[in-house]
């Protein structure tokens, strides 16, 4: 009886002890950190998993970048005009979707599988249809344009409710800054990949069933019906390799749906969406408070103009230089290899890029990377028509595309201040990044409408074996000075960017501290509650 009473005894004295005084408090806080980051740190496995999510982005982007465009007017013949109203209106309307949808995401509740998966998961069956029928030709020729434009801007908007919630994923696969840095650095290696595949995939097949040209310096477009009858057996043969290269684009469609999925399924059972304690407290906003909020902030606002103009840059590059190479340079047959050769060229540049960015800052590697496509974009209209030289200017351009890659996905996390001074608004994440995508697909569809536009108004022949001079140099203006001097622009306004490295490290080390106060607070809580 007295050993029970004095073990009670001795009990009771231990649970006094053990009440909490300042100097636990302080222990238990410095004894947090250690395990906070251990719990944050990613796996290579999750990395990867992560990172693979991003290519189907990728692979559709650089399949529609450098191919819907020449498959409009030369595969499905339809007149230059009606071709810049498809570009122009899908990419528009792709835009709009960005900022609902991340808005709609913002207000999503948290389930099993996190907030942004169940998007990822649920969007990914109708996005790989819409985008298998956009290079389907449909039987009737009438309302062909309203085909493309309905499914294009169907896969767009699909497309959004994937990439939307997997780019503000970055947020929640990690806490710490580093981890993300590190996931970004795989994910953008990744993606360059992914647009090699799609570079690869649509070039080469389609390549193996390229249409014939129509021969004349300014006839009509190719109209077999037009043809006379001493003409019947070469109408003949070009309807049957037209057909050649229907077929060709379907099989190459077919094969990036296929990839699509897996790639998105990878990412749903690999990666864990994380719901950090300092996002508790966040409370839903409106859209209009929303816009109020992305654009009140300042360094957010300076960040993404400057790669608003450099998005701009790429895309006029990216959209025209299949044009460029079968028309100005005459390499009709190997077009789809100088594409391949800049994607194999970004994606080795990554890695680069990547220790460039660790070892001098992200500002000067952006001012780098963006700088060192200038002059081959200067060389290639500069000399004459020659194939080597082509592909030295395309590995060198493959360099400024890694750098265009990393750079805006790499800055884009570092915008951290406005948690800083705004502690009660946070989780609004999707909503920032959805404006940036919104951004540059808005500038990506205008850049295809003004330059199929511009080709338009200078009077391209479809299938044409020849252009008139003034397509061959708005074809130049649109590859060469048009980017160029948007890329300057870009450079002047990301020049008053306040955040260099010194205050990024200086904002990353308060937002640790802020979220831990949160989650002192949230563990003192329940020990009181206790």
């Keep these: 009886m007295a050993k029970g009473e004095g073990g009670e005894q001795y009990s009771n004295a231990s649970l006094l002890n053990k009440l909490p005084s300042s100097d636990d408090i302080k222990l238990a806080k410095k004894s947090f950190f250690p395990q906070h980051e251990r719990r ?3 796996s290579i496995c999750s990395k990867l998993c992560y990172a693979i999510g991003g290519a189907p982005y990728q692979i559709t982007g650089s399949a529609l970048g450098f191919f819907l465009q020449i498959y409009l007017l030369d595969v499905a013949q339809m007149d230059a005009f009606y071709a810049s109203i498809i570009l122009f209106v899908g990419r528009a309307w792709d835009g709009i979707t960005d900022p609902t949808v991340g808005f709609l995401v913002s207000r999503s509740p948290w389930t099993r599988f996190g907030r942004m998966l169940p998007w990822i998961a649920l969007s990914t069956p109708l996005a790989v249809l819409c985008y298998f029928l956009i290079f389907y030709v449909p039987p009737f020729k009438d309302g062909n344009v309203v085909w493309y434009l309905f499914f294009y801007c169907a896969f767009q908007t699909l497309q959004t409710c994937f990439h939307v919630p997997y780019s503000a994923l970055t947020m929640f ?3 710490e800054q580093a981890e993300r840095d590190s996931a970004t650095a795989y994910r953008m290696t990744v993606e360059v990949l992914g647009a090699v595949l799609g570079t690869a995939i649509q070039g080469q097949i389609v390549g193996m069933a390229n249409t014939p040209c129509v021969p004349g310096p300014g006839g009509p477009a190719p109209n077999v019906t037009n043809l006379s009858a001493v003409d019947e057996h070469n109408a003949s043969v070009f309807v049957l390799t037209l057909d050649h290269t229907k077929t060709a684009y379907m099989m190459a469609s077919g094969v990036i749906c296929f990839i699509y999925v897996l790639c998105a399924v990878v990412l749903f ?3 864990r969406e994380q719901k950090e304690l300092c996002y508790l407290d966040s409370k839903p906003i409106s859209f209009s408070q929303s816009i109020k909020l992305v654009m009140g902030h300042g360094p957010y606002v300076k960040l993404v103009t400057s790669f608003l103009f450099s998005s701009l840059a790429y895309m006029l590059l990216e959209g025209n230089f ?9 390499f009709r047959n190997d077009f789809q290899n100088i594409l391949l050769v800049i994607m194999l060229s970004a994606t080795l540049a990554i890695p680069f890029w990547q220790w460039f960015l660790t070892r001098f800052g992200k500002k000067t590697a952006a001012y ?4 060192a496509a200038v002059p081959s974009m200067i060389l290639v209209v500069s000399i004459e028509s020659n194939l080597i030289v082509t592909y030295f200017v395309s590995i060198c351009a493959g360099m400024g595309v890694a750098s265009a890659y990393l750079m805006s996905w790499s800055m884009l996390p570092d915008v951290v201040d406005f948690k800083l001074h705004n502690p009660k608004s946070m989780g609004h994440e999707a909503i920032f990044y959805s404006f940036y995508v919104f951004f540059s697909k808005f500038a990506s569809g205008i850049s295809l409408g003004i330059s199929t536009l511009s080709l338009h108004f200078a009077g391209y022949i479809n299938r044409g074996c020849s252009q008139p001079e003034a397509v061959d140099l708005t074809l130049k203006v649109l590859v060469s000075a048009a980017p160029i001097c948007l890329m300057i622009v870009g450079l002047v306004i990301l020049y008053f960017y306040p955040i260099d490295e010194k205050r990024r490290q200086r904002n ?11 989650d002192d607070s949230e563990t003192d809580s329940a020990e009181l509650a206790a």
Aim: glycine letters at 10%; a positive charge.
């Design 368 to 371: 780098c990377g963006t700088l």
């Design 322 to 330: 299949a044009l460029f190479c079968t028309y100005t340079l005459g």
């Design 173 to 175: 696969i990690s806490s």
């Design 269 to 271: 059972l690999g990666v």
């Design 508 to 518: 990353r080390e308060q937002l640790i501290k802020q979220c831990s106060e949160i």
């Design 40 to 42: 944050n740190r990613l």
